[in-house]
Nanobody, 126 residues
Framework: QVQLQESGGGLVQAGGSLRLSCAAS????????VGWFRQAPGKEREFVAA?????????YYAPHLKIRTGITRDTSKNQVTLQLLSVTPEDTAVYYC??????????????????WGQGTQVTVSS
């Protein structure tokens, strides 16, 4: 069992940046990939970015977000950080951290993730 806890959400002004953290606990040795998803009101949940858990050496980004997205792994802590630059109101969403025991980096289907955090709300003001 793996538990995930997102933090860092809140109100952000358009043009600014956000930094979200995902802290993992439990049987983290079983995790191979940690990813971020987001769900805006009235929209389906969409993939944002993912990173190899063990080393953080490999990353994958949603093509339409890659230019302004960063994901990093703090190997000294069970933590992954998502950075999103130049945010707009369209970035307003609940952001979720998820962990997979089997996913091959580059796959984005949410049903490949085994564990999910509760989500953190990000609201971008205009």
């Amino acid at each position: 069992q793996v538990q995930l806890q997102e933090s860092g959400g809140g109100l952000v002004q358009a043009g600014g940046s956000l930094r979200l953290s995902c802290a993992a606990s439990g049987r983290t040795s079983s995790v191979v990939v940690v990813g971020w998803f987001r769900q805006a009101p009235g929209k389906e949940r969409e993939f944002v970015a993912a990173i190899s858990w063990k080393s953080g050496a490999n990353t994958y980004y949603a093509p339409h977000l890659k230019i302004r997205t960063g994901i990093t792994r703090d190997t000294s802590k069970n933590q992954v950080t998502l950075q999103l630059l130049s945010v707009t109101p369209e970035d307003t969403a609940v952001y979720y951290c998820a962990a997979s025991k089997t996913l091959i980096l580059g796959q984005t289907a949410e049903n490949l993730y085994d564990y999910w955090g509760q989500g953190t709300q990000v609201t971008v003001s205009s």
